[in-house]
C-alpha cells in the first residue's frame, strides 16, 4: 500500500516539473502556451478520479489502481519517443493518456490505506500514507532530477562532444539553455538539443519501468479478495 502511495511520483509527479522545464526553456515555448500544454496532463484528474470510485462497484481496487499504472506507462513510453521539437499537438496525446491512467489509483488510494488496517488504526494508516505519499514526491523529483542530468552529460561524453559535459548537464536539466551553450562553446546547439533529448527519452523509458513493476507488485500484494479490501471499496464509493 505504501508503494502505490509513492507510485505517482514517478509516473506523474515529477512530470509537473519536468515537462515545463523542457518546454519553456528547452524548447522555447512561451509561458501560456507551455502552461496551457500542461492541461492535458492534469486535467483527468478533475474527474476521472470520481470515476474511478464508481467502477469498484464492478471491479476490485486493486485491479483498477494496477491498469492505471500500466496505462501511465505505456504513456510514459510513447511521450519517451516523441524528441524536441515535436508539435504541442502531438505532444498532449501521451500526457493526457498518463493522466488518465494516473487518475485511476489517485481516485482509490486513499480509501485503500485506511482499509487494509483494522478500523481502529485508521488515523494510523492515513498518517504514514500521507508520509510516504509526501517523502515519495520530494525524493522522487530529486532523484530523477540528477538522474537526468548524469544521462545528458553520459551522452555528451558518448558523442564526443567538447565543452564541460557535467555542467552543461546540470543546465539542461533544469531548463538553462543559455548556460549550457555557455558550457558547450565547441558544439552546436543542435548537438546539445540531440543530448537532452536523447537522454530525456531514456529517463520517461526508466520511469515507464517502475511504473509498471509498481503496478505488477500492486496487484500481486492487492489483487486478492479480502474482508479489508470491501472495505476499501466502500470507503472509495
Known amino acids: 500500500m505504501q508503494l502505490l502511495a509513492a ?5 506523474f509527479v515529477v512530470l509537473l516539473i519536468l515537462l515545463p522545464l523542457r518546454f519553456v526553456g528547452i524548447e522555447g515555448m512561451g509561458t501560456v502556451a507551455g502552461g496551457g500544454l500542461m492541461i492535458a496532463l492534469s486535467a483527468p ?91 515519495g514526491e520530494g525524493a522522487a523529483l ?3 532530477g540528477a538522474v537526468l542530468s548524469m544521462l545528458i552529460a553520459g551522452h555528451i561524453h558518448a558523442v564526443g562532444l567538447s565543452g564541460a559535459a557535467q555542467a552543461a548537464g546540470q543546465s539542461l536539466a533544469v531548463g538553462d539553455l543559455g548556460s549550457a551553450f555557455a558550457a558547450m562553446r565547441g558544439a552546436e546547439a ?15 523509458i526508466l520511469l515507464a519501468a517502475i511504473t509498471s513493476l509498481t503496478a505488477l507488485i500492486v496487484f500481486l500484494a492487492l489483487g486478492h479478495q479480502t474482508e479489508e479490501e470491501a472495505v476499501a471499496s466502500e470507503a472509495c464509493r
Open 190 to 204: 543542435v548537438q546539445i538539443l540531440a543530448s537532452y533529448s536523447e537522454a530525456f527519452s531514456r529517463l520517461l
Open 45 to 135: 484528474l478533475l474527474v476521472l478520479p470520481i470515476v474511478a470510485g464508481w467502477l469498484t462497484r464492478f471491479v476490485r481496487p486493486a485491479t483498477l489502481c494496477a491498469a492505471g499504472l500500466i496505462v501511465t506507462a505505456c504513456g510514459l513510453a510513447w511521450l519517451s519517443t516523441l524528441p524536441v521539437g515535436t508539435s504541442a499537438a502531438v505532444l498532449a496525446r501521451p500526457m493526457l493518456l498518463i493522466g488518465t491512467g494516473i487518475s485511476l489509483p489517485w481516485g482509490l488510494m486513499d480509501g485503500l490505506a485506511i482499509g487494509v488496517v483494522p478500523k481502529e488504526r485508521a488515523g494510523m494508516a492515513m498518517g504514514i500514507f500521507s508520509t510516504v505519499r509526501v517523502a
Open 142 to 144: 530529486a532523484v530523477v
Open 7 to 11: 507510485a505517482p511520483a514517478y509516473g
